[in-house]
C-alpha cells in the first residue's frame, strides 16, 4: 500500500510562516505530479500549488509570490513554504500525488491533512 504522512501544520501569527512535508512511502514505481490543496471550514477544497515530475509549478494566484511547492525525489517528498500568512490562510492543507505503483494503474492518493492556523 502507498501512503502519504503529512506534517509541519500548526498555528503560527500573521506575517509568519511554516514549511509542510508530505512523504510518500509504499510500493513506488513512480511519483508523477504531486500537489497541495487547502480545505477552509464551509468552504470547497481547493488547489494551492502542483509540481510535476520534471520540476514545472503552478499557483493559484492568491498564493502566487508567497508559497513555494518543492519536491526531493530522493525522499519521495513534496513540501510547501509558505510565507506571509494570512488569516485567510486557515485551512486544512491536504497533499495528493499521481503515484504508479507496482501494479496495473496509475493511481491518486492523498495525505491525512495538516491543520494551518493562522492568528491576527
Known amino acids: 500500500q502507498v501512503q502519504l504522512v503529512e506534517s509541519g501544520g500548526g498555528l503560527v501569527q500573521a506575517g509568519g510562516s511554516l514549511r509542510l512535508s508530505c512523504a510518500a512511502s509504499?510500493?513506488?514505481?513512480?511519483?508523477?505530479?504531486m500537489r497541495w490543496y487547502r480545505q477552509a471550514p464551509g468552504k470547497q477544497r481547493e488547489l494551492v500549488a502542483s509540481?510535476?515530475?520534471?520540476?514545472?509549478?503552478n499557483y493559484a494566484d492568491s498564493m502566487k509570490g508567497r508559497f513555494t511547492i518543492s519536491r526531493d525525489n530522493a525522499k519521495n517528498t513534496v513540501y510547501l513554504q509558505m510565507n506571509s500568512l494570512k488569516p485567510e490562510d486557515t485551512a486544512v492543507y491536504y497533499c495528493?500525488?499521481?503515484?504508479?505503483?507496482?501494479?496495473?494503474?496509475?493511481?491518486?492518493?492523498w495525505g491525512q491533512g495538516t491543520q494551518v492556523t493562522v492568528s491576527s
Open positions: 495528493n500525488a499521481d503515484i504508479t505503483p507496482w501494479g496495473p494503474a496509475v493511481s491518486d492518493y
Open positions: 509504499g510500493s513506488i514505481f513512480s511519483i508523477n505530479a
Open positions: 509540481i510535476t515530475s520534471g520540476g514545472s509549478t
